[in-house]
């Protein structure tokens, strides 16, 4: 008997736990945290990433680093490009700019870029027509790198208890430290 109450006092005080903020004695939504490290480590996993442009140029896009933008509610990235084809001499390197905004996919649970924008696209010492080239396939370029890039995914456990309260994963925001990801309670499908 001492055994389930303790077992059950201490599933509320871990539930209380996940429901409180730090620092505050009245109860919130619950979120979950992801933290820059890992998101980092995930985009990591993807690159270097080699394309083609048609039989002109190639570009290999070297692992980025990321930047949290949470006055926006975006990421941005920097990446190194180095270029390289038979009009040119030798490979040409520079650097390609980008930030995107982040939604949650319900159907498998992960955290996605969305709302791409490139913020620049310049590589050195290309000779014409590669630097037109270039400039017109920006958008494309931050499609092929990062649409639809999986940042995060909710494994079953991190969702568990929020399930059992009839909430789920509604809002992303980006914090100095990483992502927080909201919950609301869930919609009738």
């Not at 038979?86 to 930030?99: I, N, Q, S, V, Y």
């Not at 014409?128 to 080239?133: H, V």
């Amino acid at each position: 008997m001492k055994r389930r109450l303790l077992l059950t006092r201490t599933v509320i005080a871990a539930a209380a736990a996940w429901l409180l903020p730090a620092g505050h004695g009245a109860l919130a939504q619950p979120r979950y945290a992801i933290s820059a490290a890992v998101l980092q480590e995930a985009v990591a996993q993807r690159f270097p990433m080699r394309l083609r442009l048609g039989g002109l140029l190639q570009l290999t896009v070297r692992t980025p680093v990321l930047q949290l933008l949470p006055d926006a509610n975006r990421v941005a990235t920097d990446m190194v490009v180095v270029a390289a084809g038979p009009g040119l001499e030798r490979p040409a390197t520079g650097e390609f700019d980008l930030d995107f905004a982040l939604r949650y996919e319900r159907s498998d649970q992960t955290v996605r870029a969305r709302g791409l924008r490139v913020r620049s696209l310049r590589v050195s010492g290309l000779p014409a027509p590669y630097p037109e080239l270039l400039d017109g396939i920006g958008p494309v370029l931050a499609q092929q790198v990062f649409g639809e890039i999986v940042l995060h995914r909710l494994r079953p456990a991190d969702l568990a208890l929020a399930d059992g309260l009839g909430l789920e994963p509604d809002t992303v925001t980006v914090t100095p430290d990483g992502l927080v990801i909201g919950f609301a309670p869930k919609l009738a499908r």
